[in-house]
């Protein structure tokens, strides 16, 4: 990608982009602004060089998918599709795009990827990859992974996926998405040697936390909850959605019996031959018209999808301050406790039982040296202890801040792209009143003439 | 086309038959016709005074009258447009008004029915009585035995399935109304049928019981002798035309069999899916509780839902009410006309029968004996009756069925429509906070 000199070791080119179901909308922030003090954690360091913009902006597409097969890591043979993603970069001034990279990534190399954003910016809301089993299917569409019309969708999903982390203003400027688009070898690697797998927070951690936890934010309680209700309403509506289309497909097919009984009776008729005739070819119209509807509905269903996803996403911030918002009150209480022993210690009371305190009485008391040693130990341990609080108190606050300021764009975004889908929805019922009005018209005009 | 006074039937008198100017003038009813032919006012004028042997209860002749014997209303008759000009009609027969009946041994509807005439059979102008299910099958039993050379009309079903079907819901009987109304109004339009005397007494006596019991035996002169009619000859062939008709019929009870089953498939499809829907609506006003800017957009997608659920169901309920039970009427009435063909054949078969008889008796006298004269007499008759009534009853069909369809397109139009709006209207709901954002 040419670029007027950012170190493509650490930045990607600011390239806020549209994902693709979004035609008007726009998020055409400027990185920059956005991504400033908004940065967390990061490959390679936290300074950015914002001085170095260019407003150059690329166009990513994933434009291609091909059956491959290959041995994988057990030396098994399988079948696999593989996925075509191409960069290019857009001149302002002349609109004419080049394209500056074009590699094949397999699903599994997506869901890496995103398993990296994942431990590396826990405060963000990361977009949500394509499903990758089908679900929700109504009788037509098929639920195995290598029927081209899943395919087909899955290829959109994924250009989406990467047009929402471009878009994105601290995620677009990863190292590893940047490389995830221009280098297909070793980016395996590459991401593994990042070792973000090791500091990903463990299920069972991240569960105690959620369970023990005194005094997380109220709001991410509440965000919580609501991405509970919201995954839970969903799901309910995707289901019931791909039972109306299977009925509503059936509606549709039987009436193409007509076509061929008019058709049949109209052979015996005489003045009222012609009419059922071509009434019947318009039942024949009526019948067909059903299945590129319910593809354009399709498309609905996947927007809706999308924020059934996003959910998870957004419960994953909200666990993560759970476990931030734990491992300070563990630190508090430990340090509480310290100074309550250090206490105990230095005045020689003992009110709160410690293993100390208990050998102490099973072997007798220990020498004023001893004691000395224990309670500068303590006092040391202390110091630090009242550090690490401070600096957690201090990341948790940070991590509130920042996850706060992402959730809060991604609720505008939420707000404005399912506002997006319900008019498309309204308008696809719109289209498809105005063609059964037209076809039952046409109907009509052959039944009197008969 | 004659305006005067009609020709009197042909009887078997002392003349002989060749004698005689034929019921069917131009054509021998033996020879085989073309299927459309028109018969020719003549032969309906001689029809209609069939009944000139009947016992009528008010005496007189109907001659000169503008009586159905001429032959301009007769055509109109036949025209069976719906905006028939009053001058020309002379008798109106509506059923409405259903209600329940509770006796201890049983519950039954009656329908009112209301008869207008100014015909000289009728006593008064105007009659109003009330009739329930069970006379009517009496009127048709009756039209079928008097009148057996003619098309007589379908009643609706007379069994119910006891527990799926409610014979006191508000539909039901609904449907049955309209059905009973369109019998009765067939009837009327029928130049022959209207003047029938079971007719006549169904719509005016006070007591119809009392009729009933005295089992009034008044059959035509054909209608006795059709009664007669000996069974187990054998029919070498059916003439062409009647032939025709017989296959139109086998074909056109099987097309409408089958459009029975697709349209009872729809009816069933489509209440799926409103089931469906009516669970779909209601979970996008759950997701509108839980969102701020998202809940009005959301709670109009619920509340648009709900108006295209009510559209179908509104649907469904005509298409069921109007449209299936006429498809069934017309299913019922083929049945019967196939019978009546049938009855035709026996009655030409007795004629060959008895002719051919004669043939092989070799007599020096060629006379053609009395018997056989009154078979072929039959025979024209009953061919002539059928043939008349076969396109009445074509013509009928045809608007019966132009009615039914464009009915049930209407229907569906208005169908989408209702969505139409409903869905157009709430396009301004979700977009106007697009602007204020």
Not at chain 1, 200 to 228: C, G, M, Q
Request: with cysteine.
């Amino acid at each position: 990608m040419e670029q007027a000199a950012p170190d493509p070791e650490r930045l990607l080119q600011p390239a806020p982009l549209e994902p693709l179901s979004h035609a008007d909308a726009g998020l055409e922030s400027v990185v920059g602004e956005e991504a400033k003090g908004a940065r967390d954690e990061g490959p390679g360091d936290g300074t950015m060089t914002e001085n170095n913009f260019s407003l150059k902006k690329i166009e990513i597409s994933v434009s291609e998918a091909e059956k491959r097969t290959g041995r994988n890591a057990m030396n098994m043979q399988e079948t696999y599709t593989a996925y075509l993603i191409e960069t290019r970069s857009v001149e302002h001034s002349d609109g004419q795009s080049v394209l500056t990279d074009s590699l094949w990534r397999r699903y599994s190399e997506f869901e890496l990827l995103r398993n990296y954003l994942l431990v590396y910016y826990p405060h963000i809301v990361v977009p949500p990859l394509p499903e990758k089993r089908a679900e929700f299917v109504w009788h037509k569409l098929s639920a195995d992974n290598m029927d081209p019309d899943f395919v087909e969708r899955r290829r959109i999903g994924l250009e989406n996926f990467l047009l929402r982390v471009a878009s994105h203003p601290i995620l677009c400027r990863d190292k590893i998405f940047y490389l995830f688009l221009t280098q297909e070898g070793n980016w395996k690697e590459t991401v593994n040697e990042t070792g973000f797998q090791l500091k990903a927070d463990s299920r069972l951690k991240a569960l105690n936390a959620t369970f023990r936890v005194k005094n997380p934010d109220k709001r991410f309680i509440e965000l919580k909850h609501y991405s509970d209700e919201l995954q839970s309403v969903i799901s309910h509506l995707l289901r019931v959605r791909a039972r109306v289309a299977d009925r509503l497909y059936g509606v549709y097919k039987v009436h193409g019996n007509y076509g061929r009984v008019f058709s049949e009776w109209s052979a015996i008729e005489k003045e009222m031959g012609d009419g059922l005739q071509s009434a019947g070819h318009h039942m024949d119209v009526y019948a067909s018209s059903i299945d590129d509807i319910l593809e354009d509905e399709e498309h609905y269903a996947d927007q809706l999808k999308e924020y059934l996803f996003y959910a998870e996403a957004l419960r994953a911030v909200c666990r993560k301050h759970e476990l931030m918002q734990y491992d300070l009150e563990m630190a508090a209480q430990d340090l509480a406790s310290k100074k309550q022993q250090c206490e105990e210690l230095a005045t020689g009371t003992v009110r709160t039982f410690s293993l100390k305190g208990m050998t102490t009485k099973l072997f007798g008391q220990e020498t004023p040296e001893q004691r000395e040693a224990r309670i500068k130990m303590l006092e040391e341990q202390i110091k630090e202890g009242e550090q690490q609080l401070k600096s957690k108190n201090l990341e948790g606050r940070e991590f509130v801040k920042n996850a706060w300021a992402d959730i809060e764009r991604f609720k505008e975004q939420k707000n404005h792209d399912l506002k997006e889908a319900l008019i498309s929805y309204a308008v696809m019922q719109i289209s498809m009143c105005k063609k059964g009005i037209q076809v039952w018209t046409n109907a009509k005009e052959c039944f009197s003439k008969m | 086309m004659s305006g005067g006074p009609p020709k009197a039937l042909p009887s078997t008198g002392p003349q002989s038959l060749r004698d005689m100017p034929h019921p069917l003038a131009g054509s021998s009813s033996e020879e085989a016709v073309g299927g459309d032919s028109t018969p020719s006012p003549d032969l309906l004028t001689a029809r209609s005074f069939g009944d000139k042997d009947l016992i009528l209860p008010n005496g007189g002749t109907p001659a000169g009258t503008a009586s159905p014997a001429s032959s301009s209303s007769l055509l109109n008759r036949l025209q069976l447009d719906d905006d028939v000009d009053g001058e020309t009609r002379d008798l109106f027969v509506t059923v409405d008004d259903p209600k329940k009946h509770v006796c201890t041994m049983e519950t039954y509807i009656t329908y009112r029915i209301t008869t207008k005439s100014t015909r000289v059979e009728f006593d008064l102008p105007e009659y109003s009585v009330r009739r329930r299910y069970q006379d009517f099958d009496w009127l048709r039993n009756k039209l079928e035995e008097s009148q057996p050379t003619h098309l007589i009309p379908p009643l609706p079903e007379k069994f119910v399935v006891k527990g799926v079907v409610d014979r006191f819901s508000e539909e039901f009987v609904e449907t049955r109304r309209k059905a009973l109304d369109k019998f009765l109004k067939r009837i009327t339009d029928h130049p022959v049928l209207s003047f029938n005397e079971h007719f006549n007494v169904f719509l005016t006596a006070k007591d119809l019981n009392a009729h009933k019991k005295q089992g009034m035996a008044l059959l035509t002169r054909v209608g006795e002798s059709v009664k007669h009619v000996a069974g187990g000859y054998k029919l070498r062939s059916r003439p062409l035309e009647f032939a025709a008709i017989g296959e139109y019929l086998d074909m056109f009870a099987l097309k409408l069999g089958t459009i029975d089953r697709i349209a009872q498939r729809i009816i069933k499809e489509e209440i799926e899916y409103l089931v469906e829907l009516r669970e779909y609506g209601p979970v996008y006003s759950t997701w509108s509780a839980l969102e701020g800017q998202l809940a009005e957009p959301l709670e109009g997608v619920s509340a648009c839902i709900g108006s295209c659920s009510t559209a179908l169901e509104e649907l469904t309920d005509d298409m069921t009410e109007d449209f299936l039970p006429v498809l069934r009427e017309y299913i019922l009435y083929s049945d019967s006309m196939k019978s009546v063909l049938k009855k035709r054949d026996q009655v030409q078969a007795e004629y060959e029968a008895k002719l051919e008889a004669v043939a092989l008796r070799k007599e020096e006298r060629p006379k053609v004996p009395a018997d056989v004269e009154k078979c072929q007499d039959r025979m024209e008759c009953f061919n002539a009756d059928l043939k008349a009534d076969m396109e009445r009853w074509q013509n009928s069909k045809r608007q019966d069925f132009r009615q039914l369809l464009m009915g049930m397109a209407d229907r569906n139009i208005q169908y989408y429509e209702k969505c139409l709006m409903a869905w157009e209207s709430i396009i301004p709901l979700l977009q106007e906070k697009q602007e204020a954002k």
